[in-house]
């Protein structure tokens, strides 16, 4: 298996604008998980139904064309993965509802995503804290 590549930041004062933008919406998903957690939502059912989570996938795909090639790209790819592939499981959890038998399989699998969710946030947010692209699977 092949390491991922990192992206180093460079200091360049163009990506101020976009940088900004990456800090809302990590805040606006932040928002939508926390919501998760503090109220008799899921944390998964919150990041992929929660208003707050939705804006932050509409401003990542408006904006996207501003950050193309540069550090700053891998934040936006990492948003909308972790949205859609949450999405995605959750769909999975929904089938495995459907038969009866799945129940306990689909609990684990909301827990188990709203965890990732969370960690994904995190440590998305803490990269871009710290001027770092996120790792891209080498091509």
Do not use: K
């Amino acid at each position: 298996m092949t390491e991922p590549e990192v992206i180093p930041a460079q200091a360049d004062a163009s990506l101020d604008g976009p940088r900004a933008w990456c800090h809302v919406m990590y805040g606006l998903h932040a928002l939508s998980a926390a919501s998760g957690i503090l109220s008799s939502a899921t944390i998964i059912g919150a990041f992929v139904f929660g208003w707050p989570s939705i804006i932050a996938v509409i401003i990542n795909y408006v904006t996207r064309d501003r950050v193309r090639g540069t550090w700053l790209a891998t934040h936006w790819r990492w948003q909308l993965r972790t949205f859609w592939f949450a999405l995605l499981w959750l769909v999975v959890a929904g089938f495995l509802i459907i038969t009866i038998i799945g129940i306990p399989a689909a609990f684990m699998v909301v827990v188990s995503t709203g965890l990732w969710v969370l960690y994904r946030v995190i440590r998305g947010w803490m990269a871009l804290l710290d001027r770092r692209g996120m790792p891209v699977p080498a091509a």
